[in-house]
């Protein structure tokens, strides 16, 4: 089992900074891919960004490459998004998700091969006003 945590969301002006952060506990952090994925109001959810287990590789959806940056700390069980030149169209709940091929509950394919997450956090808003 994996329990995931996000905070540092909130409301931003367009052109701002937010740094979220998701805090996992329970099973060995360091074994596992991260990502993080958002849904935005009348939205299907969509991929964000994703990070190996070493933070060595890292992936990006289209719409956060130059502005996202994935990032974790093994010692501290996180991992980080942070999200630069922030935009309206941003504006969603962010959910950070732990890799976990038995019960994949959605799934991306990346550099290093496909990921199943298999558990996911509760979500942190995040709004960008223009």
């Known amino acids: 089992q994996v329990q995931l945590v996000e905070s540092g969301g909130g409301l931003v002006q367009a052109g701002g900074s937010l740094r979220l952060s998701c805090a996992a506990s329970g099973r060995t952090f360091s074994s596992y891919s991260m990502g993080w994925f958002r849904q935005a109001p009348g939205k299907e959810r969509e991929f964000v960004a994703a990070i190996n287990w070493s933070g060595g590789r890292t992936n990006y959806a289209d719409s956060g490459k130059g502005r996202f940056t994935i990032s974790r700390d093994n010692a501290k069980n996180t991992v980080y998004l942070q999200m630069n030149s922030l935009k309206p169209e941003d504006t969603a709940v962010y959910y950070c998700?732990?890799?976990?091929?038995?019960?994949?509950?959605?799934?991306?394919?990346?550099?290093?091969?496909?990921?199943?997450?298999?558990?996911w956090g509760q979500g942190t808003q995040v709004t960008v006003s223009s």
């Open positions: 998700a732990a890799e976990e091929s038995g019960r994949s509950r959605g799934h991306v394919y990346t550099s290093w091969g496909r990921l199943d997450f298999g558990y």
